[in-house]
Structure formats: structure tokens, C-alpha cells
């Protein structure tokens, strides 16, 4: 495979798209704002003017957007990426997303005789730019293993997750497990500085034992620089949780600790703070 097309051109889309410049890929990119997918056309990637001119022709599309709604319009309808895509063509949503809609993609591509994985990917905007994202992927596995120079160019960990929909449980595993732990480090950045500890010396003392973990050692020094810029938006990692809140309850669970963590970043894109980074939610604390 040699022709990607790749839409959605932002904070993540921008890093993969390069990252698969440099593996000697051809890239064609669509955003639905042009300026922001122009920088990667000044770099060698080529424009399309629609979702199905990226999609017409190539060996590969990949998707990198915001919502559910947003990927629901990028592949159906007369100009979407199935009418449009080549036989043999496969396609990759990398946006996280309901593995209910992955799931349907999945089947509409296969009644065109195409391949369709989903394949979340977790490491943030560190990870994007890197080449060192993880990549969860769910779908047929020989189309998994097709398509994995393609992820290798991109991350460094991708593990083939199962059927359809896999990779979106897994990235809902993921993202649980996020809620959990930044509510917890910004708790305990909170504690720390009642109690007049130095924050720079407990992180220090604590990020390398037990408690450090990768969010810790990522976004703990960007709270104590009050560096609140997107690495990840508050506004997309509400998006995720209430898709796992919704897989939860569909399966009668009742994911305590994921719905009071929603409930404060609620609070926090009421307040109209959604577009900063999911590290602000230590301002829920400092209220």
C-alpha cells in the first residue's frame, strides 16, 4: 500500500499524517477547515476538496475526527468514504467513537466487498507527533495484518483487539481508566498544596513509585507550569466517557467513579473551559 487518504488534519491527525510522510507514504488530506490541513500540504501531502475525493483511488482511508456525528458523515450518504472508496480499499477509523457505529461501518463496507477496522489510539499529542501512539484495533485480522506497516508508521504499541467494535471497547477501557487516575492526581495535587508541601518536590518524590503512571508524568508538570493548552480537549474526552457511560449502563453497570469524573468536567465545559486540556480539570479543585 502507497496512497493513504487521511481526513481529519488536527493536534492528532496532524502528527500521524507526518509521521506517515516520513515512512515514505503518499498522503491526501481533507479537514473541514482547509488553513489548518495547509501547513501538511506546504510539507508534501496533497488536498482534496471532499471526503470523497480523499477517499477515490486510494489503497488506504483514514479518519482522525471529532464525534460519532462527525464520522457517521464522513462515511455514508452518496459522497462518503464507502460509495467512494477503491475495491480492495480498506478503511480505518482512528477517531474514538461508538463501537455501535464501528460495528456498522464495518458491514456497510463489507457488503461493498471492503475491509473496515476500527483502531482507536491512546498516547496523546505526545505520542501523535512521536510515532509512539498505542493502537487499538478491532475487525477482521487479516485485515489487521494488512494493514499493519501502516499503524507500525504511527505508533508503537498495536495490538489486534478482535471483531469489529473491539477497538472502541478497548479505547473505552482506556479512557475509564483515565478518568480515574487524573481525577486522582489532581486530588492529590490539591491535598498537597493545602498541606504546604513544594508540588514540585512530591511529584519528585512520588511520579517514579507507585503512583506515577504515564498521565502523572505527562500532564502533573503541565498543572504545576498552569499550562492548560490541549494535548487532549476536555470537550473530546467528555465525548468518550459518555460513550463508555452509555456501553456501561447498556450492560446494567454502574460506573461510579466514571460518572462523578464526567459530572466535574461537566461542570468545567458549563463554565466554558472545554477547549482546554483535560489536565484543567484541576480547576474543578481550585474553585
Known amino acids: 500500500m502507497k496512497t493513504i487518504g487521511f481526513i481529519g488534519t488536527g493536534i492528532m491527525g496532524s502528527g500521524m499524517i507526518r509521521n506517515l510522510m516520513k515512512h515514505g507514504y503518499t498522503i491526501y488530506v481533507y479537514n473541514r477547515t482547509k488553513t489548518k490541513a495547509m501547513p501538511l500540504v506546504e510539507e508534501g501531502a496533497v ?14 482511508v483514514i479518519t482522525m475526527v471529532g464525534y460519532p456525528k462527525d464520522v457517521e458523515a464522513v462515511y455514508f450518504g452518496d459522497g462518503g468514504i464507502i460509495a467512494n472508496a477503491a475495491d480492495g480499499a480498506y478503511l480505518i477509523d482512528m477517531t474514538t467513537t461508538s463501537p455501535k457505529l464501528s460495528e ?9 466487498g ?12 505526545t505520542g501523535a507527533k512521536n510515532g509512539t501512539l498505542s493502537i487499538l484495533v478491532g475487525g477482521d485480522q487479516s485485515a489487521y495484518e494488512a494493514c499493519l506497516p501502516i499503524f507500525q508508521a504511527m505508533g ?42 513544594d508540588l514540585q518536590r512530591v511529584l519528585d518524590g ?32 467528555i465525548k468518550d466517557m459518555r460513550i463508555a457511560d452509555e456501553e456501561g449502563t447498556a450492560r446494567d453497570l454502574h460506573l461510579q467513579v466514571l460518572e462523578k469524573v464526567l459530572s466535574m468536567y461537566g461542570e468545567l465545559q458549563e463554565a466554558g473551559l472545554d477547549n482546554l486540556g483535560t489536565q484543567a480539570l484541576m480547576k474543578y479543585y481550585e474553585k
Not at 47 to 60: E, F, Q, R, V
Not at 174 to 188: D, F, K, R, W
Open 156 to 197: 508503537k504499541t498495536i495490538v489486534y483487539e478482535g471483531p469489529a467494535g473491539a477497538g472502541q471497547h478497548t479505547k473505552m477501557v482506556n479512557q475509564i481508566m483515565i478518568a480515574g487516575t487524573v481525577s486522582g492526581m489532581c486530588e492529590a495535587l490539591t491535598y498537597a498544596k493545602k498541606t504546604g508541601l
Open 206 to 237: 512520588v511520579s517514579q513509585g507507585a503512583a506515577g503512571s504515564a498521565q502523572v508524568n505527562s500532564l502533573a508538570p503541565r498543572i504545576l507550569k498552569g499550562d492548560f493548552d490541549p494535548g487532549f480537549y476536555i470537550k473530546h474526552f
Open 47 to 60: 488536498w482534496c476538496d471532499t471526503p470523497a475525493a480523499c477517499a477515490s483511488g486510494k489503497d488506504a
Open 114 to 125: 471492503i475491509a473496515a477496522l476500527d483502531a482507536p489510539v491512546t498516547g496523546g499529542d
Open 104 to 112: 456498522r461501518i464495518y458491514a456497510a463496507a463489507a457488503k461493498r
